[in-house]
């Protein structure tokens, strides 16, 4: 289909991409109506500059009859009422200036497009590659368009025209487009002018203001007001249909209410600024864009560079804040910086709340031992004069602020980063070079430092520190010597840690050295090196100390003597590496030096020779390493120690060995260790006895005895135990047949202690007597019994009489189990029963003694009785005597006839009213003191069991024969035939 010859079809049917320069004279110039020409005009915009261009410029040729026609009518009156009349005109006035407006912009956009930002290498290409996701998050997108920079403008020409002109500013703005943002503010000077704020708050934060300079605002040093921008407009006249005369007129003509013409939007509703901003305004608002450059991108530097182009434009009060940003800029760029910095968001408000301390140690965060020197130097110190210069400024100048800051962070930093900084201090460099200017500053710094370090391992780095140290020629008095030491012992007190004090810090410390003159310093530093050295031989043998301990252990022995144990003992920590002699041998010549005579005491310089080697015996010896203690103790000249000090060692560590010891097994751990200690030394009777009480505890072990119900007694509750011989009490008592191997029992006694001592001897066998009878082992209670009595009868003899206390105890405990054993029913032998009431009347106190004898006597006539009883007759009718006993012995006979005539014997009170707990009581008391053992309890036999039910004829018809009186004393004869075991705490109930 051919295009219509009809030009007003031509037009509508052509689209804006087809349309041509040609195209468009050709068809204007067959369009006779100049109103609807320029309403097309106006109503029509396209992308081809050239193509506008003609269109604009053909319809203005329309409008030109109609502008001569009312450029003459000067009054608003008139040019009302022409407007009225030929409403036409003023229609074309109207479109006159709308193409005039659009003429402007497209010459406008020309030189926009000839703007073009200029990109950094590579930056451009960088950009043009950037893919819609990357840009997801742009903050300052108007658009879902991704921004991109090329050689063409962000905006089209078509929106550049029909849009509003903020919004075209706006665009160039975000997409960073400053030449074309700058000819706009030029060209369009009058509109965009009281909006040039908002458009730079459009700027993204990250740009350089560099790039943006021209469009910062700057103030006029002479008016002390915002210098106004420069404009350079199209039309230096403006167009009669542009003056607000032609303006009015139309409005009021009502010539456009039937026409409906495109016009521009309004203007966006933001703030506009009319006014020029005072100084100080213009001063506020280059801080706030700074620091919300910081808060949002936390660009420092571009917040520099912004106050580095307000004060190059003559605003004013920014100098402070250029000095702030940068000393941050510093500490965001320039200071070394760790692998994480997520925590390292710096902003104004987080810098201007640190204090200089904090300041400086942020810059020296992540300083390492090859860099801190630079940094301070770089970062530290001018910050630092800033400070200076600050006090000054404010008028409270303060010279040593700086010195005070750096040796502040100096005496809290690693000791590898203070080496550094000594190394850089050094007195043989030039003063001018050197970080710590004074050597009494450094001396003092290394002093409060080092003492108050809580290092422990850092001993060479503590060195190095030392040898930085100026080397003073100074001849020190006795009072400056006792001042330093006065000073150390003072320190020794302050550092000591209490309950109610908090730690001294190495600045608290320094408070200490300040005072004191070069040659007083001199003098500790002496100290220090003694301490450095000492320090040294500790972190060798595994025992560190902070520095600070020689301070405190200066003037306390026991804090002294703990160490060199310490020392002693955890030198057995190194294992395989301390196995030799040789090894040992080091470890006591460095104790040795620890406690050396010399001017300035060592570690160890309150204890004695004689006193380290005894320490050091006892750490070697308890590591077990007994054939290196033997070997030293005969080959080296140092370990000069007499016998009885060598076997006390001995004893000690056995002993600690002993109470160590889980297991009471002396043939392995601890305890073998215990044992085999004992031999390191020559013999003695104390090894002896020591070595046997090991063997004893071995033996307890092997019964069984249980501390609590399913624990085993532990060797040190034997060791404790007051009253050793509840333990075999305990033993017999736990073990149904202990009490058979008596010499057993009575060798565990004698190792327990108990080798010489008979009362101990006699109240064991009373033990196995009384353990034999609850058994109904007669045999054996009786021949325990008759040991007892051998044993009691040579004491008596040895020691010629009753008034020895040995003796008193030991024949109280003889007479009592014999007694006892005699007084029992079911013990048939009546001969020895005999026997035992006889020994017990041999050897009780008087006041005892008729007691016993009622009982003696009753026992002889029941077995008078017996034994006629058992006279019979044989079938010859010869009378005959069945076997009976033997009579009781001589010599029990004469016993009882010695004592009889010996006392003379009272009424029996006790026989009319026994009361047999009381009586067991009373005769006991004396035994009950000393005789702590107990037995417990073991069930009676089936045959005693048939005695207390009846079930025996002969017991109940002798029974029957007694009297009330005898029931009664019945009834004490077995009480009191218990009443040892009662005694020694046994719960059977009687």
């Given amino acids: 289909m051919g295009m219509s010859s009809d030009p007003y079809t031509r037009w509508s049917q052509t689209p804006d991409d087809e349309l041509t320069v040609d195209g468009v004279r050709e068809i204007f110039h067959n369009i006779p109506d100049d109103l609807w020409l320029a309403a097309a005009s106006i109503d029509r915009c396209v992308h081809d500059i050239q193509v506008q261009r003609v269109l604009l410029q053909l319809a203005l040729e329309r409008t030109q009859l109609a502008l001569e026609r009312v450029k003459n009518l000067a009054e608003e009156d008139a040019l009302v009422e022409y407007f009225k009349e030929l409403p036409a005109d003023a229609q074309l006035c109207h479109i006159r200036s709308l193409l005039l407006d659009r003429l402007d912009r497209l010459n406008t956009y020309v030189e926009v497009c000839g703007e073009v930002p200029e990109f950094e290498e590579g930056e451009e290409e960088e950009k043009e590659t950037e893919t819609d996701e990357e840009w997801e998050d742009d903050p300052w997108a108007e658009t879902d368009t991704p921004i991109t920079k090329t050689a063409s403008p962000p ?42 704020f908002a458009l730079l708050s459009r700027i993204p934060p990250h740009v350089n203001p560099t790039k943006y300079h021209t469009l910062l605002p700057s103030c006029d040093i002479h008016t002390n007001l915002e210098q106004p921008f420069q404009p350079n407009d199209w039309r230096i006249d403006p167009d009669v249909t542009e003056s607000s005369l032609a303006r009015s007129a139309i409005l009021k003509s009502d010539a456009l209410s039937a026409f409906d013409s495109p016009t521009n939007s309004s203007p966006p509703d933001i703030e506009a600024d009319t006014d020029a901003l005072s100084a100080e305004q213009l001063s506020l608002w280059y801080h706030k864009r700074a620091e919300d450059i910081i808060d949002i991108t936390g660009m420092v530097d571009i917040a520099f560079a912004l106050i580095q182009h307000g004060a190059s434009n003559n605003v004013p009060n920014l100098d402070e804040l250029g000095e702030e940003l940068s000393l941050l800029a510093r500490l965001v760029y320039d200071a070394p910086h760790g692998d994480v910095r997520s925590d390292e968001d710096w902003t104004l408000a987080r810098w201007r709340a640190m204090d200089p301390p904090s300041v400086v140690r942020a810059y020296l965060a992540h ?207 190194y294992g395989d590496q301390l196995s030799t002699q040789e090894d040992w041998e080091w470890l006591l010549e460095d104790m040795l030096k620890l406690a050396g005579e010399t001017k300035i005491k060592g570690a160890f310089g309150l204890l004695s020779r004689d006193e380290i080697i005894r320490i050091f015996l006892s750490g070697l010896m308890s590591t077990g390493k007994f054939d290196v203690t033997k070997s030293l103790l005969r080959n080296s000249i140092q370990l000069n120690l007499d016998s009885d000090t060598l076997e006390d060692i001995c004893l000690a560590c056995s002993r600690e060995f002993y109470d160590n010891s889980s297991s009471g097994n002396y043939k392995f751990g601890e ?42 007694i532990s060797p040190i509750e034997i060791r404790l135990t007051k009253d050793r011989l509840t333990l075999v009490s305990r033993v017999l008592s736990s073990n149904m047949d202990a009490y058979k191997h008596a010499e057993v029992i009575l060798d565990l006694v004698y190792k327990l202690g108990f080798r010489d001592d008979i009362v101990a001897e006699v109240k064991t066998l009373a033990m196995l007597a009384d353990t034999a009878l609850q058994a109904e082992d007669f045999t054996r209670a009786f021949e325990a019994n008759q040991r007892m009595i051998d044993t009691v009868l040579n004491l008596r003899a040895t020691l010629m009489g009753l008034d020895n206390p040995k003796v008193r105890e030991a024949s109280e405990v003889c007479w009592v189990a014999c007694f006892q054993l005699g007084r029992q029913t079911e013990f048939e032998d009546s001969d020895k029963k005999l026997v035992l009431l006889g020994r017990a009347i041999e050897i009780c106190p008087p006041d005892r003694l008729h007691d016993v004898l009622t009982a003696w006597r009753r026992l002889e006539k029941d077995s008078l009785t017996a034994r006629r009883g058992r006279i019979t007759k044989d079938h010859d009718g010869a009378v005959k005597h069945t076997k009976a006993s033997k009579s009781p012995p001589e ?53 005693s069991s048939q005695l207390s039910q009846g079930g025996d004829e002969r017991s109940r018809s002798g029974s029957r024969r007694q009297s009330d009186a005898d029931d009664v004393q019945t009834q004490a004869s077995r009480v009191f035939s218990k009443g040892i075991g009662w005694l020694i705490g046994a719960d059977e109930e009687i």
């Avoid at 070069?518 to 595994?542: K, M, Q, T, Y």
């Avoid at 003379?904 to 053992?933: E, G, I, Y």
């Fill in 367 to 573: 300083s390492t031992p090859a860099s801190v020197s630079r940094d301070i130097i770089q970062l530290v110190l001018p910050y630092l004069f800033v400070l200076e210069s600050h006090a000054e400024r404010s008028g409270k100048p303060d010279p040593k602020l700086p010195d005070r800051l750096l040796h502040d962070f100096i005496l809290h930093a690693p000791l590898n980063l203070v080496l550094s900084i000594f190394e850089a201090s050094k007195p043989t460099l030039p003063a001018a070079q050197r970080i710590i200017k004074h050597d009494a500053d450094m001396v003092q710094l290394a002093l409060a430092g080092l003492y108050g370090s809580d290092s422990l391992h850092e001993w060479t780095t503590m060195s190095g520190i030392f040898e930085c140290l100026p080397v003073w020629e100074i001849a020190a008095d006795d009072d400056e010597e006792e001042a330093a030491d006065t000073t150390i012992i003072s320190l020794g007190t302050y550092v000591t840690p209490s309950t109610t004090g908090s730690k001294a810090t190495p600045s608290n410390l320094l408070v200490f050295f300040k005072p004191l003159p070069l040659s007083s310093l001199s003098r500790a530093l002496d100290i220090l090196d003694v301490h450095l050295e000492s320090g040294e031989i500790f972190s060798r043998w595994n025992v560190p100390a902070p520095l600070r301990w020689f301070l405190r252990s200066s003037s306390d022995v026991a804090e002294q003597r703990a160490w060199a144990n310490r020392m002693a003992r955890k030198a057995g920590g």
């Fill in 671 to 712: 305890m073998k260790l215990a044992y085999d200690c004992l031999d390191v030394p020559p013999s003695s009777d104390r090894l002896l006895k020591e070595k046997e009480f090991i063997e004893a505890t071995s033996r307890l072990s092997s019964f069984n005895i249980m501390s609590r119900p399913g624990i085993p």
């Fill in 155 to 196: 905006i089209t020409l078509v929106d550049f025209l029909s849009n509003d002109l903020m919004h075209s500013a706006f665009l160039l703005a975000v997409h960073q487009w400053f030449g074309g943002l700058r000819v706009l503010l030029q060209r369009h000077h009058a509109y965009l002018w009281p909006y040039r």
């Fill in 891 to 943: 010599t029990a006979a004469s016993s009882l006839q010695a004592r009889l005539k010996e006392f003379h014997m009272p009424s029996p009170p006790l026989l009319s009213t026994p009361d047999a707990r009381a009586l067991a009581s009373k005769t006991f008391n004396t035994v009950a003191a000393n005789f702590s053992f107990s037995v417990g309890h073991r069930g009676r036999s089936q045959f």
